[in-house]
């Protein structure tokens, strides 16, 4: 649009028009903390929000800068049980940190800081990662084929290292995105209150 957002239409007329007034923070929580708490974001900018951490996970595992354990393994199984328990945990942590049902808006401060918490988790773990991948490749080989415990109990999971540092950082992102987010909207609900 002439403003600045985009429209919205398929072959009719415009469905919804979204336009941003105010900077996104895309890195930092604490200016959003404080908009969130003062009530000054727009249903606009929650909508681009949304529309960011959508995108977001579209550029992350369509760029290959995350990765998971092959699908429908052992390895895959686990993870994917070890991120629904994190999930569910973290969702009511999250819900109860907000203020639970006194909480006037948690699905909205839950969107809107779900961005930058995720970008600056991911691109962390996900660095460290990769780093590890690379810089010790040769050493998560050996140790992958030695006779140690530990590599042996992998084997019988049909893993090796690498499969195990990639759990570690899909279970990292997912743990850490979740601590983060209780505290976060533990103090937008402390901040509404003392306003």
Not at 50 to 59: E, K
Not at 173 to 195: A, K, P, W
């Amino acid at each position: 649009t002439s403003e600045g957002g985009f429209a919205a239409h398929v072959g009719g007329p415009v469905i919804f028009t979204l336009t941003v007034t105010e900077k996104m923070h895309l890195f930092r929580t604490q200016p959003l903390i404080a908009k969130l708490a003062r009530g000054q974001v727009s249903n606009a900018e929650k909508a681009y929000y949304l529309l960011a951490s959508f995108l977001m996970f579209t550029v992350a595992y369509y760029t290959g800068l995350v990765s998971s354990n092959a699908t429908w393994t052992l390895p895959s199984t686990l993870e994917g049980i070890a991120i629904g328990v994190i999930t569910v945990i973290g969702v009511v942590k999250s819900f109860d940190a907000s203020g639970g049902e006194e909480s006037s808006d948690f699905v909205a401060q839950f969107t809107c800081l779900y961005v930058p918490i995720t970008i600056t988790t991911m691109l962390v773990v996900w660095s460290v990662f990769w780093g590890v991948l690379f810089g010790f490749r040769e050493s998560l080989i050996a140790m992958s084929e030695s006779h140690m415990q530990f590599a042996i109990n992998l084997s019988r999971l049909h893993a090796d290292m690498f499969n195990f540092v990639t759990f570690v950082a899909v279970v990292a992102v997912q743990g850490i995105t979740f601590y983060r987010m209780t505290r976060c909207l533990n103090e937008v609900r402390e901040l509404r209150n003392d306003s």
